[in-house]
């Protein structure tokens, strides 16, 4: 034991202090959070008092305000989220537009503090969209209608998580505008930088080439809506993604150009000496670049985070703290997690600290005798080494050739680019003859930068994504990953080929012959489902299409594809052609593109050839047996969906697609065999489907809706969930229970929720 005040030792204090906040935010549930984060403060208060007389070890603390921390946040979280009786019911608001309003086609999306609304239950941040909206501009005072609903994202292996990311941006709710009136237009207080990042958004809009309004908005204002989908996969493929995201390089950079400037200035004279020591003046000049920058940044959460680890990397040795890099670089950390505990969910948290890790690990206290070239690329090497396990495990290739390109990219857009950007933004207010020419100047180069970029990525060597990875194969591919860099002195690096074989070797779970794994994904409002034989695939439905960027089959189908380790898909059927089912389909058959496609209906926009389902069409897949019951047949599109049915050993699944009353009952007069083990809803769950003649017939033991959380048509129908209810059959809904997989041929169905077997404390 120790003394009664314990001698915390720093670097081992503040890891177990970050690994207490990750592993209690990840671990356990809000009720659980709720009722420990009260006698916790209080035990953590009581230990703290000298006059206890209490001997604890040291690591009790860390360990204790770790969990209090995160206990702390889950309880704030609990008290400002969206009450479920406001939720779906029209409710007039007053506050201010508190961001830069983004325009995609006919809806604006912003962020809106509230600070007033008629049930007194809601004061915070919301996100809405408002269809043909009027001119907005952040700070203005507004009052306006709303539907607002709490926060919900996909459910599904590999998707992004959301609801994690809005409740790190402090937004309680999402909704839409339903009318509203403008209060007062005056802009106040911090509202008045986000009019002159407004202004800046518009000047810049004005003077850059529209190929690269996107770059430049993104480097200046972080703002990256204005970037195109060939752009990101452009840059995805070079390994050049990071530089269009704000993050620890750009602030370090920044922090680095006023340090050197105060530098620069201090042996030229320029500054007192006498009155403020030069070591000072450097830190405090870099720290004020570092922070305007942020501000300009919009000071988003990756903003905030990069500025601590600045912070923490430039004020400590000032200050007084004699630490080593490790220790700083924990000190950094935990201060970003003591802020946001949620941060580990960020793909770009673990990016930035591990990169840092990694030149740190590869850097400090060596003595480089090597040539000048080796010098120059050996932190650009050592970065992604140790990223490359965790790049692809989440889904992103990587080509060996990203370290030069990066070689070349960084000091281009960091010390070149952005300084000069920044500069032009300042001077366009007093000369703006200058700074357009500084600008079109940039404009060319970012030209030709991109120009480079796409030439290089058509000479891209793809290391594909290992998605399908294990936890176990990620930690040891990180860890050979260390020892490949790690000193030569130590003579273990034989040891990361061995400790990378798990990574290369893994394969995907492999279903065994007579049996499917289906998986009905959360997609929202539509229909995807997944249906995996012993060597074959097939998807049936594709999802919606929610905008220009973002389809389900890039938000949910792809991603789950990866997961599982497939690599191929052998067959797409289409029900039908309406945009909730079809629309996903682009994007799919832009990475597959020799897939077959089977549909009830024509697909609009879809330029391949495509085969027509017919009733009567069958095949056998691994000893699964395939057939389609009915299809094609009906001027309405939601009657001619293929209907197909899944048989494996005793266990049936049914997929009816859109079909109404009318096709389920010409089914049953057919004497079509039409029992099954699973059935998925028709129609999500409307009320003219699903009738109880057609439930009696089916006899399902499960039944699944496919619907979209608060979705505006009210699926599935209360008169078709009393329906299935007197069926005596298990329901699911994606909605509410994310994904749902379960295994034909096994004899004994089990239905697995991922909402539940992923369970995370912020989701609903």
């Known amino acids: 034991m120790d003394n009664t005040h314990p001698t915390v030792k720093p670097a081992k204090g503040l890891l177990i202090f970050a690994l207490s906040i990750s592993l209690v935010s990840q671990t356990f549930s809000l ?40 206990s702390l946040y889950a309880t704030h979280y609990a008290f400002t989220r969206l009450d479920g009786h406001v939720q779906g019911r029209d409710i ?9 309003p983004v325009i995609t086609g006919m809806a ?35 009052h306006i209608t709303v539907r607002l609903r709490q926060p919900h994202g996909f459910s599904s292996p590999g998707a992004f998580d959301y609801e994690a990311w809005l409740l790190r941006q402090g937004i309680q709710a999402t909704g839409y505008v339903k009318s509203g009136a403008l209060l007062n237009e005056q802009v106040t207080g911090v509202y008045r930088l986000q009019q002159v990042r407004a202004h800046l958004r518009q000047w810049l809009y004005s003077v850059v080439s529209d190929d690269n309004r996107g770059i430049f908005s993104a480097l200046l204002l972080g703002d990256k809506t204005a970037i195109n989908t060939q752009q990101w996969q452009m840059f995805n493929e070079t390994g050049t993604t990071h530089l269009m995201v704000i993050s620890g390089l750009h602030i370090g950079l920044m922090a680095w150009l006023g340090f050197s400037l105060a530098t620069i200035v201090g042996r030229f004279g320029g500054i007192p000496l006498r009155t403020v020591p030069l070591p000072v003046v450097k830190v405090l000049t870099g720290l004020l670049f570092a922070l305007f920058y942020a501000l300009l940044a919009g000071f988003s959460v990756p903003v905030q985070r990069a500025l601590v680890m600045t912070f923490a990397a430039l004020l400590a040795p000032s200050v007084g703290i004699r630490a080593s890099p490790l220790t700083l670089w924990l000190l950094a950390l935990a201060a970003v997690l003591a802020i946001d505990p949620l941060a580990i969910t960020s793909n770009g948290f673990w990016y930035s600290f591990i990169a840092v890790a990694a030149l740190l690990f590869g850097m400090a206290g060596r003595r480089n005798r090597g040539s000048w070239w080796a010098t120059v690329l050996k932190p650009q090497w050592l970065v992604f080494v140790l990223l490359t396990p965790l790049l692809l495990f989440n889904g992103q290739p990587v080509s060996p050739l990203s370290p030069l390109v990066n070689l070349l990219a960084i000091p281009l857009i960091g010390i070149a680019v952005v ?29 030709g930068f991109q120009s480079g970029l796409t030439w290089v990525s058509g000479l891209m060597v793809l290391i594909p994504p290992q998605q399908g990875l294990s936890w176990p194969d990620l930690f040891l591919a990180v860890a ?14 034989w040891l990361a080929p061995v400790m990378l ?11 065994p012959a007579g049996q499917a794994e289906v998986t009905v994904l959360d997609v929202g409002q539509g229909l995807s489902v997944l249906i995996r034989t012993h060597q074959h695939l097939m998807v ?7 905008s220009e960027k973002m389809s389900a089959a890039e938000s949910v189908i792809l991603p789950a594809l990866a997961k599982s380790g497939v690599t191929q898909i052998d067959r797409i059927m289409i029900s039908h052609g309406d945009q909730d089912h079809s629309g996903g389909l682009p994007s799919l058959l832009s990475r597959y ?9 024509r697909l609009p926009g879809l330029e391949k050839e495509w085969v027509k389902c017919q009733p009567g069409d069958h095949w056998i897949w691994d000893g699964v047996y395939f057939q389609v019951l009915a299809g094609g047949d009906y001027r309405r599109s939601n009657d001619s969906s293929c209907v197909l049915k899944v048989t494996a050993g005793t266990d049936s699944l049914l997929l009816p697609g859109d079909i109404s009353g009318r096709v389920e009952k010409r089914l049953i007069e057919q004497g079509t065999e039409l029992k099954a083990s699973v059935l998925v809803a028709a129609h999500h769950g409307s009320r003219f489907s699903s009738s109880s003649e057609f439930l009696s017939i089916v006899q399902p033991g499960a039944i699944i809706f496919s619907s979209g959380f608060a979705n505006r048509f009210g699926h599935p129908a209360p008169e078709t969930v009393a329906r299935v209810q007197n069926s005596g059959a298990e329901t699911f809904n994606t909605a509410e229970d994310g994904s749902l997989s379960f295994t034909l041929g096994s004899g004994n169905i089990k239905v697995s929720a991922y909402r539940k077997t992923h369970s995370r404390y912020w989701w609903r």
């Open 31 to 70: 009720s659980v959070l709720l009722s420990i984060s009260l006698p916790l403060f209080m035990l953590f208060l009581w230990i703290l008092l000298p006059a206890n007389g209490l001997r604890v070890h040291w690591w009790l603390l860390p360990l204790l305000a770790g969990a209090l921390v995160s």
């Open 92 to 100: 007039d608001i007053v506050g201010k537009v508190a961001s830069l």
């Open 108 to 142: 604006t999306r912003f962020d809106f503090a509230v600070s007033h609304s008629e049930s007194g239950q809601y004061p915070g941040k919301v996100r809405l969209s408002w269809y043909e909206a009027p001119y907005l501009q952040a700070g203005q005072t507004w």
């Open 419 to 447: 300084p000069l950007l920044l500069f032009s933004a300042l001077v366009q207010y007093a000369l703006p003859e200058v700074a357009s020419f500084i600008i079109a100047g940039l404009d060319c180069l970012v030209t």
């Open 480 to 493: 050979g990953m260390l020892l490949l860099i790690a000193p030569a002195t130590l003579r273990l690096r």
């Open 501 to 511: 074989m798990p990574s290369f070797c893994s394969k995907p779970l492999v279903i």
């Open 540 to 546: 049936y439905d594709t999802g919606d299409r929610f």
């Open 593 to 601: 593109p020799d897939v077959p496609v089977v549909s009830g209906t």
